[in-house]
C-alpha cells in the first residue's frame, strides 16, 4: 500500500499538466472569485452612474439630487430613448409646471424610469425615489407648519433596529465564501487525479498487469484513495491560503471578515481538521465514480454532478442565522461543512458541532471506500 501510495503521489507532482489542473486551476478561480465578490460588496457611492433629465427639468433635479455623489446628471431631450440605447441606467421625468403643480398643493405625476432588472438602474432608481421621498415629506412638513400642525404627528414612534446576533455582512460573506472556494477548489483540483487513477488505468489496459503484483487488492485501492486525499488536502489549505493573503491585502469589504473573535490558532487547528475530512470525504466519492467509469471521460461525466451537489448547500446556507443552526445541519455532509465554517467565523467553536462533523465526514467516506473496494473485488468493475 505505501508503495502504491509513494507512486501515485510521485507521479502526480512530476505530472506538469495534473499539477495545472490541481493546484493552479482551482487558485486561479477562487482568486477571481475573491474579486468579484469584493467588487460586488462595495458601497453603492463608490459607483458612478449616469442618470438622465428633460433639459427643462435639469435645474429642479440637480437642486433634488444634490449629496447622491455617485449620481451623474445630465439633461437630454428623450429620457426613455437615451436609457434605451444604454448611455444611462436611469432618469427622472417631471411634468412641465411640477413645481407650479406643487404650489398650488396638486399632485403631479413623477415617472422614474429605468431597468429594475440591471443592479447598477436599480441603485439610480432607487437612489432618486429616496430624493423623491424626502422632498415630499418637505413638502408636508412646510404645509402642516402653515396650518400650525406640529410635524411630529407624522411619526407617532421610533423604531431602532438592534443585531443581536454577532457578525456582520463581511462575517456573512466570508462564512458563505470559504466553504464554497473550499468545495470547488477540492473538487476540481483532484476529479482530473480521481479519474486517471482506476478509469485511466482500464482505458490504458495497465490495470492487468497492476493486479498480478504481489499487492492485494485492498491496499492497492487504499493507496490511491490516501494519494487523493493528501492531493485534496494540499489543494484546500493552499487554496484557501493564497485566498486569505489575497483577502488580507487586496480587498477592503471581504477583508473585514477576517476579524475573528476568540483563538485564532484554535479557530485554525479545526478549519484544518474540517478541511481533511472534506478531503477525505471526495477522495472516496471521486474514487468510487473512477471504478464505475471504463474511460477517463466517463469517470468524469460521474463525478461532475457530484461537485455540483456540494455547491447547493451555499445556496441554502446563506439565508439560515447563526441562532438557527441545529444538530440536523451538521448532521448533513457537506452542509455541515458550511455551517462549521459559519461558527467559526464569528469565533463559535462548538465542541458537539465539530465532532459531529469530523464524525459524519470521515464515517461516510469510509462507508464510500467500502463500497469501493467490494467493487474492486470484482473484475466486472475492474477489467
Known amino acids: 500500500m505505501l508503495n502504491i501510495f509513494k507512486k501515485e503521489l510521485k507521479d502526480t507532482f512530476r505530472d506538469k499538466r495534473t499539477l495545472l489542473l490541481t493546484v493552479f486551476l482551482p487558485l486561479m478561480l477562487m482568486s477571481a472569485l475573491v474579486f468579484f465578490y469584493e467588487k460586488m460588496m462595495a458601497p453603492d457611492e463608490d459607483i458612478q452612474l449616469h442618470v438622465v433629465t428633460e433639459k427643462e427639468q435639469q435645474e429642479f433635479v440637480k437642486g433634488l439630487l444634490d449629496g447622491k455623489e455617485n449620481l451623474e446628471l445630465r439633461a437630454v431631450d428623450d429620457v426613455e430613448v437615451t436609457i434605451q440605447e444604454g448611455e444611462a441606467v436611469a432618469g427622472l421625468v417631471l411634468t412641465g409646471d411640477f413645481e407650479q403643480q406643487i404650489a398650488a398643493g396638486n399632485a403631479p ?24 421621498t424626502q422632498y415630499s415629506q418637505a413638502i408636508v412638513s412646510e404645509r402642516l407648519g ?17 443585531q443581536v446576533i454577532e457578525g456582520d ?19 476540481i483540483g483532484i476529479s482530473s487525479s480521481a479519474a486517471d487513477f482506476i478509469a485511466g488505468e482500464k482505458e490504458r489496459r495497465t490495470m492487468e498487469a497492476l493486479l498480478m503484483t504481489p499487492v492485494n487488492r485492498s491496499s492497492f485501492l487504499l493507496g490511491k484513495w490516501l494519494t487523493l486525499v493528501i492531493l485534496a488536502t494540499v489543494t484546500g489549505i493552499l487554496t484557501l491560503g493564497i485566498v486569505f493573503i489575497e483577502i488580507y491585502f487586496f480587498t477592503e469589504q471581504l477583508k473585514a471578515g477576517l476579524i475573528m473573535k ?17 478531503a477525505a470525504l471526495m477522495a472516496s466519492a471521486l474514487l468510487l465514480t473512477s471504478i464505475f467509469g471504463k474511460t477517463v471521460k466517463e469517470a468524469q461525466s460521474y463525478g461532475t454532478p457530484i461537485i455540483m451537489v456540494g455547491i447547493l448547500p451555499a445556496l441554502f446556507i ?8 441545529s ?43 467500502a463500497l469501493g473496494r467490494i467493487l474492486f473485488t470484482k473484475d466486472k468493475w475492474v477489467l
Do not use: C, R
Open 109 to 132: 405625476t413623477v415617472q422614474i424610469l429605468g431597468d429594475e432588472y440591471s443592479e447598477n438602474s436599480y441603485i439610480a432608481m432607487s437612489a432618486i425615489e429616496m430624493a423623491l
Open 146 to 162: 402653515q396650518q400650525n400642525v406640529e410635524t411630529s404627528i407624522l411619526t407617532p414612534f421610533t423604531v431602532n433596529k438592534v
Open 169 to 187: 455582512q463581511s462575517v456573512q460573506m466570508m462564512s458563505f465564501l470559504i466553504p464554497m472556494m473550499l468545495v470547488i477548489a477540492v473538487g
Open 262 to 278: 476568540g483563538n485564532v490558532w484554535l479557530i485554525g487547528t479545526v478549519a484544518l481538521l474540517i478541511i481533511i475530512s472534506f
Open 318 to 325: 446563506t439565508s439560515v442565522g447563526l441562532n438557527e443552526l
Open 327 to 369: 444538530t440536523t445541519h451538521f448532521l448533513v455532509p457537506i452542509l455541515n461543512v458550511f455551517a462549521i465554517f459559519k461558527e467559526l467565523f464569528v469565533g463559535v467553536i462548538d465542541i458537539e458541532h465539530v465532532f459531529l462533523t469530523l464524525g459524519v465526514n470521515i464515517a461516510l467516506a469510509l462507508v464510500i471506500l
